[in-house]
């Protein structure tokens, strides 16, 4: 057990690409926790996936002894946490078992949403944050601007912004320095009944589950009956200990230490995210307060290629599962597709991660259908349902009314592109409620619906700010909207899985661009195709696929020309019988194209 007056914990919050897992490595090289030969780039980021898109998805939490200039021996605990806006849930979790904060801006970059929202959410944690300055080094730095921008976006002291380079390790000791003298210890009595807070739980084919927890008052040892809180299972602790990065076991966890814990748990139900961990013998009056859990904003439904893969599908969700509390699904049954799963994310990107890993990782071929959010529906009965899939949308004359849920979006974006992202949010139904500026950028808050946002927003509002637009959201509850189901028909037939709910004044337009991407993505056959948006019984939009044409008159030479009409009659009649029987075969890329479709 180390002293709680020589710990501190912090983690380090940042937007996109400004130098978070970089940072934690030179962290890591400095305090001598891994041998020169070990060290590789982004040490923390384990997964393929994340070194490959170069970005944190898991919070990754490490052990460092560090031996201050005062000649004291101090432990840190770091938290190395996502940017991405889809993974705020990490984030915030990672904040509740930390006193402290190292608030990264990219000296070139400036201050951006997601360092904005970071910082918003390490004050309401009531944290101490150090602002740091990162790639200093580079030509394009500019951190006179970026300490004005931190003093009036975020509302903390520029003036005291640490300067570093992360990529080259100028400045990382005096961080660390910073870190020892300006961050808090934490506080807890080693006395009291055990209180350890469980701030993530995975699964390890080897030892059960893994829970990573934060100890606040009493002593976590080997051997000792823990029980759940929540839950109220009782487990008996076989293995205490930390990551430095590597698992290194201990003796005990006291007050302020944060480290990992197994009991041969199996289901990772048991080891709840949030939940506090108290001694069964002398258990702690009451728990900790624990985390607001994730809420699903995204629906997608996922089917096997293969309707014979159903059953690897069904056991590669429940692996994942175990690994990522916030992914959710359960089964369903399309006619078109066949047996699937309806599944819930936090935004496209943790849905495009969840569909690689299952690509890669378990060798699934997929056919992922829309993005959808949750509606709620009022039925003139007065019953209230949560509408999930666009397939479960009731009849129209039974709904009394249906809401749809909002966003509060914070977009910062340099003056020279404010006409087309103002342009953007208008045409997406956006309503304002602030524009404020900063230097040369502008802080735009706007109120969207999230059905608009999920198909293509971030790649349009990329798109018309030549990449300089930030964009971070909250959600902000749901508002009454008219809205109508628009079903995709094939030859007469309806396609639940390319059948979308939309709101009315966009319905002509979203149903056009379909059935346009759907005429190039759909193989000619042997008769016509006809594509069709329809809204209930009203056509919006219609495309054909024109069929292909076998020259039956090829081998007439010459002769009378009724051969050449009877020819072609028998050729029409044949088409005519092939479409009422043919079954029109939909490439996956269809259904992945109706991401893409925008407005």
């Given at each position: 057990m180390k002293d709680p007056s020589r710990i501190r914990n912090f983690a380090i919050v940042a937007h996109i690409d400004h130098g978070k897992s970089t940072l934690a490595d030179r962290l890591i090289e400095r305090c001598g926790a891994l041998d020169p030969r070990?060290?590789?780039?982004?040490?923390?980021d384990s997964m393929d996936i994340e070194r490959e898109r170069g970005i944190t998805i898991k919070a990754q939490t490490v052990r460092l002894s560090y031996r201050a200039r005062d000649g004291r021996d101090y432990t840190l605990h770091l938290v190395d946490?996502?940017?991405?806006?889809?993974?705020?849930?990490?984030?915030?979790?990672?904040?509740?078992?930390?006193?402290?904060?190292?608030?990264?801006?990219?000296?070139?970059?400036?201050?951006?949403?997601?360092?904005?929202?970071?910082?918003?959410?390490?004050?309401?944690?009531d944290l101490e944050i150090i602002p740091v300055l990162n790639k200093i080094d580079l030509p394009a730095a500019d951190p006179e601007r970026v300490r004005q921008q931190i003093s009036d976006i975020i509302g903390l002291d520029g003036d005291e912004a640490l300067m570093i380079s992360a990529k080259t390790g100028l400045g990382v000791e005096e961080l660390l320095e910073a870190i020892v003298q300006r961050l808090p210890p934490p506080r807890g009595d080693a006395e009291a009944p055990l209180q350890a807070l469980v701030v993530d739980s995975w699964y390890d084919p080897y030892v059960g589950v893994v829970t990573l927890v934060r100890v606040k008052n009493g002593v976590l040892r080997a051997g000792q009956r823990v029980r759940f809180m929540g839950t109220g299972a009782v487990h008996l602790v076989d293995r205490v200990g930390v990551f430095t990065p590597k698992s290194r076991t201990v003796e005990a966890l006291g007050p302020g230490e944060i480290g990992f814990l197994t009991a041969g748990i199996k289901e990772i139900a048991d080891a709840r995210v949030g939940d506090t961990l108290t001694d069964e013998r002398r258990p702690a009056p009451v728990p900790l307060p624990g985390f607001r859990p994730s809420q699903p904003v995204v629906w997608c439904s996922m089917f096997p290629t293969d309707s014979s893969a159903y059953p690897q599908l069904r056991d590669s969700l429940a692996k994942l599962r175990l690994n990522d509390a916030s992914f959710v699904y359960e089964p369903e049954n399309s006619t078109a597709l066949g047996l699937g799963f309806r599944c819930g994310f936090l935004g496209l990107l943790h849905l495009e991660i969840i569909q690689e890993r299952l690509e890669r990782e378990f060798g699934l071929e997929l056919v992922i259908t829309a993005p959808s959010v949750v509606y709620r529906v009022t039925l003139t009965d007065g019953s209230r349902r949560e509408l999930h899939n666009p397939a479960d949308y009731p009849d129209p004359s039974r709904i009394a009314r249906i809401e749809e849920p909002f966003i509060r979006a914070t977009i910062l974006v340099p003056d020279a592109h404010l006409g087309a992202v103002l342009r953007l949010c208008e045409e997406r139904r956006g309503e304002q409620l602030d524009l404020s500026w900063?230097?040369?950028?502008?802080?735009?808050?706007?109120?969207?619906?999230?059905?608009?946002?999920?198909?293509?927003?971030?790649?349009?509002?990329?798109?018309v700010s030549r990449g300089y637009a930030s964009f971070d959201y909250q959600l902000d509850g749901y508002r009454e909207s008219d809205l109508v189901k628009l079903t995709i028909r094939i030859n007469g037939d309806p396609v639940e899985a390319l059948s979308f709910i939309v709101h009315r004044s966009m319905a002509e337009a979203r149903g056009r661009a379909m059935c346009e991407k759907l005429k190039e993505l759909i193989p000619r056959q042997l008769f016509e195709v006809r594509i069709q948006a329809a809204i209930g019984g009203r056509i919006v939009a219609s495309e054909r696929v024109r069929p292909l044409r076998k020259d039956v008159t090829a081998k007439c030479y010459g002769g009378d020309v009724t051969r050449k009409r009877k020819l072609l009659e028998?050729?029409?009649?044949?088409?005519?019988?092939?479409?009422?029987?043919?079954k029109v075969e939909i490439p996956q890329e269809a259904f992945l194209a109706a991401l893409k479709v925008g407005a």
């Open positions: 070990e060290m590789t780039d982004q040490v923390l946490t996502p940017g991405h806006v889809d993974f705020a849930y990490e984030v915030s979790r990672s904040l509740r078992a930390c006193e402290g904060a190292v608030l990264l801006v990219d000296a070139t970059q400036g201050v951006e949403a997601q360092t904005l929202a970071n910082a918003y959410q390490a004050v309401e944690a900063a230097g040369s950028r502008a802080m735009l808050v706007y109120r969207l619906p999230l059905n608009e946002v999920v198909y293509d927003f971030y790649d349009r509002l990329k798109s028998r050729q029409k009649e044949g088409k005519k019988r092939m479409r009422q029987v043919g």
